[in-house]
């Protein structure tokens, strides 16, 4: 007899190409296209928040213990501000924007018209599991589209509400939700979608753009990397501690995409930041961290093993000036700051995601440019300083998704700012308008009458023609007079 499990509906290639049928037909009828039914589904979202507030972070608290404030800040109301902004822009972002158009092709006027892309793929992470499921898909809602969400497995609460709730607030014809693993993820690339946005990691990154590259799919692969963070001397020290700890142990407890991974700075330096790092961490945590409520978990014992696997090498176990503290049982690991690891360690050899800090110590501080520089761009990088031509060299010569001066990760809530990597880190954009024009094929439209039809540009071609379309392609005007008049 069939178990339970056995008896669930298995989502195989089959399922997943019908899936990708039946949205195809929807998308078809040009339902997803219209303002209204975008509208109402911006506005859906907003209130499904508002009545499930609770129940959200709850799941957040099974899947991760998420305190409630970073559940509610963090993934709900970040959430609905990106709602709330594509309610308020979305006439505008529709509108058909005019082109300029030139001398070649008087008398003409062009636009560029946003179009939704089709039927796209959503595949999201575990560790904002609802802002990263739902913020991609109110771009792709806002952009007219058909999609198929897949949430990720490591947050199994998040994903069974996301499949509970999005079918009973959303139209469920047009927005589907397919929970699953590797094998579920599989079945859903070898479709043709319009465009695939993934967030995770680089390993999957790469599998993601393969299946998409069979099918010429655009991506947006949004990833990691080590992010950067400078601190020079001469700042107030307690403001960027206390922000530093709240970009890295205050998001997930360091399991966020741009929380901070490591830090450099001078040995002057090295001592006073320490030490601020180890006041701050106590008055915010306590003196056993691992018992805080304001601390997430590790997502699970598989994290917790690379985790704890970081800690145990050899060149950096003996390194540790503050935490280091571990709960197994409860997936927990304290606040850690390590002092004088050496670069060729495991912890730097990966993007650390969990509550490690590596702090490296540089001569000078512009050396951590070159440092920076020598591994692979990082989705953010900050810097911490007062020295305004530290800044613009800090700007200029270090690449990654995005910067921040004197803060962490505060440009996740810049609406007008894009949001997403360079290399390594990622592809691609979202947040705000760009989430709506991730979405979006930038169609060219010209128009014209059957009015100045030009016998230059129809054979027999003459020398004539050719010195008059020349000049034409130039849009010079003297040199077109010049080309009518015969003259060379
Ligand atoms: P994850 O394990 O949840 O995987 C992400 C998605 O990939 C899931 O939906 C999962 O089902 C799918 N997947 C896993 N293996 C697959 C396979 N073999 N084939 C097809 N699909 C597969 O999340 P993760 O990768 O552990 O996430 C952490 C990483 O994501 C970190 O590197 C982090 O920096 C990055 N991240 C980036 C952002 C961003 O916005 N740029 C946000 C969050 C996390």
């Known amino acids: 007899m069939a178990t339970v499990e056995e008896q669930k509906t298995v989502f195989d290639m089959d399922a997943a190409n019908m899936l990708n049928k039946e949205l195809r037909d929807v998308f078809a009828s040009g339902k997803t296209r219209s303002y209204e039914w975008r509208i109402s589904q ?38 609905k501000n990106s709602c709330t902004l594509a309610l308020k822009e979305l006439k505008h972002w529709m509108m058909p924007e005019k082109a300029k158009t030139s001398l070649t092709t008087f008398p003409s006027s062009a636009e560029i018209v946003s179009e939704p892309l089709g039927v796209v793929l959503i595949i999201s992470a575990w560790n904002y ?42 139209d469920s014809s047009s927005v589907k939700v397919v929970e699953g693993a590797v094998s579920e ?39 990691g990397g080590k992010s950067p963070v400078v601190v020079d001397s001469d700042i107030d020290m307690q403001v960027a501690t206390r922000r530093i700890i709240v970009g890295k142990w205050g998001c997930n407890n360091g399991q966020a995409c741009i929380s901070p ?28 961290p691992l018992e805080s409520k ?27 000036v503050y935490g280091g503290e571990r709960d197994e049982a409860n997936l927990r690991i304290a606040p850690t700051i390590l002092l004088g690891v050496p670069q060729n360690s495991l912890i730097m050899k990966e993007e650390i995601f969990g509550p ?8 000078k501080i512009e050396d ?35 910067v921040v001066i004197n803060d962490i990760a505060l440009h996740l809530a810049v609406h007008s700012v894009p949001f997403g990597g360079v290399g390594e880190s990622g592809t691609g954009s979202y947040h705000g308008k760009f989430s709506f024009d991730a979405f979006t094929h930038k169609k060219a439209v010209l128009y014209r009458s059957f009015v100045g039809d030009a016998a230059v540009r129809y054979p027999p071609y003459t020398r004539r023609k050719l010195t008059l379309m020349k ?17 060379s």
């Open 261 to 288: 991974d490591y830090i450099i700075t001078t040995k002057d330096c090295a001592e006073k930041l320490v030490g601020s790092l180890k006041k701050e961490l106590e008055t915010f945590y306590g003196k056993n």
């Open 356 to 363: 490690l800090l590596p702090i490296f110590i540089v001569s």
């Open 368 to 402: 951590s440019f070159d440092m920076i520089n020598s591994g692979t761009k990082p989705l953010a990088a900050y810097l911490f300083t007062n020295n305004k031509k530290l800044k613009e060299q800090f700007v200029m010569s270090v690449s990654a998704g995005g």
């Open 185 to 223: 993820t599989s079945a859903l690339l070898e479709q043709k979608w319009d465009k695939i946005f993934y967030t995770g990691n680089g390993r999957v990154g790469r599998i993601v753009m393969g299946a998409a590259a069979k099918h010429l799919t655009p991506v947006v692969l949004e990833l």
């Open 471 to 487: 000049a034409l392609i130039t849009g010079n005007v003297l040199t077109i007079l010049r080309a009518l008049l015969g003259l």
């Open 42 to 79: 911006l506005k859906s979202i907003i209130k499904m928040c508002d009545d499930h507030e609770e129940d959200i972070a709850d799941a957040l608290r099974q899947d991760l213990s998420k305190p409630e404030l970073e559940s509610i800040v963090y993934e709900l109301t970040m959430l």
């Open 294 to 320: 304001d601390l997430s978990r590790i997502v699970n014992s598989s994290h917790f093993a690379r985790l704890t696997k970081l800690l145990d090498d050899d060149k950096v176990s003996g390194k540790i």
């Open 129 to 170: 599991p609802f802002l990263l499921s739902l913020d991609p898909l109110v771009g792709a809602i806002a952009a007219g589209n058909a999609m198929v969400l897949k949430p990720s497995e490591l947050a199994p609460a998040s994903s069974s509400l996301m499949a509970k709730l999005l079918p009973e607030y959303l």
